[in-house]
């Protein structure tokens, strides 16, 4: 599994329990590409939500 920078800021701010709205504010995008950028994550890692998300990206090594 390849996550791009931007990726990693995702993630953490998912990890830290933000809407996308929030990660949207807080990366200066809108939100329908936070939206993508998650359900990309979420198949990059293979998991169903964004709570297995952050663990996953913890269990390997990413956050």
Known sequence: MVF???DKEVL???AKGFS???IADRLFLAEG???N???MILEK???RNRTEAALKAREIGVL
């Open 4 to 6: 791009s920078k931007r």
């Open 12 to 14: 953490a701010l998912i």
């Open 20 to 22: 996308n709205k929030e």
């Open 33 to 35: 590409p936070v939206k």
């Open 37 to 39: 950028r998650v359900s």
């Open 45 to 47: 890692t293979g998991v």
